[in-house]
T-cell receptor, first 115, second 111 residues
Framework: DTGVSQNPRHKITKRGQNVTFRCDPISEHNRLYWYRQTLGQGPEFLTYFQNEAQLEKSRLLSDRFSAERPKGSFSTLEIQRTEQGDSAMYLC?????????????FGPGTRLTVL | DQQVKQNSPSLSVQEGRISILNCDYTNSMFDYFLWYKKYPAEGPTFLISISSIKDKNEDGRFTVFLNKSAKHLSLHIVPSQPGDSAVYFCAATQDGQNFVFGPGTRLSVLP
């Protein structure tokens, strides 16, 4: 297994367009997380899946954001009607629910630039 | 309101000396704490963690200390190496689902 992968690595879009990012977690991991990171800040939690169920969403996640994890495998994060404030690095992480259950493995991220 | 704080944006240390990175938290419900290291153009990499039932955890050159009464933890790296130069994030969780990260401290280890 090569770890967590994210595609695309970079995305430039115009304000108002929709974008979709993909995350492929480590295959045996049943937990998947999405984070957003802006310059000078740590990752901010967006949402969390246990298998295919989305169990928690941050208040940061507006109605324009939606995430799915069909069949508990890969996940997609869609942002509709993008705004300049959405420009950030979007990180995906996965983990197992076995001990040490809290260790998350991060992907390299997708950098979104909204013009 | 930042629940996890890293008040030093940057730290420079001479190679071979000890690096001490600090982290403070406000939520007394946090029961698990982690340190991540991040190189440019990569995602964060897990380094070491500690449960709230312990006050120290050691892994090679890395030791994490937890002071629950002060709501403070620290990461000690000894001896520091140039390859340790990176941004270090402190993170905390109370349920294993929602992880709160600090803003990070950029460590520079000078040869």
């Amino acid at each position: 297994d090569t770890g967590v992968s994210q595609n695309p690595r970079h995305k430039i879009t115009k304000r108002g367009q929709n974008v979709t990012f993909r995350c492929d977690p480590i295959s045996e991991h049943n937990r998947l997380y999405w984070y957003r990171q802006t310059l000078g800040q740590g990752p901010e939690f967006l949402t969390y899946f246990q298998n295919e169920a989305q169990l928690e969403k941050s208040r940061l996640l507006s109605d324009r954001f939606s995430a799915e994890r069909p069949k508990g495998s890969f996940s997609t994060l869609e942002i509709q009607r993008t705004e300049q404030g959405d420009s950030a690095m979007y990180l995906c992480a996965s983990s197992s629910d076995r001990e040490p259950y809290n260790e998350q493995f991060f992907g390299p991220g997708t950098r979104l630039t909204v013009l | 309101d930042q629940q996890v704080k890293q008040n030093s944006p940057s730290l420079s240390v001479q190679e071979g000396r000890i690096s001490i990175l600090n982290c403070d938290y406000t939520n007394s419900m946090f029961d698990y704490f982690l340190w991540y290291k991040k190189y440019p153009a990569e995602g964060p990499t897990f380094l070491i963690s500690i449960s709230s039932i312990k006050d120290k955890n050691e892994d090679g050159r890395f030791t994490v200390f937890l002071n629950k009464s002060a709501k403070h933890l620290s990461l000690h790296i000894v001896p520091s190496q140039p390859g340790d130069s990176a941004v270090y994030f402190c993170a905390a969780t109370q349920d294993g689902q929602n992880f709160v990260f600090g803003p990070g401290t950029r460590l520079s280890v000078l040869p």
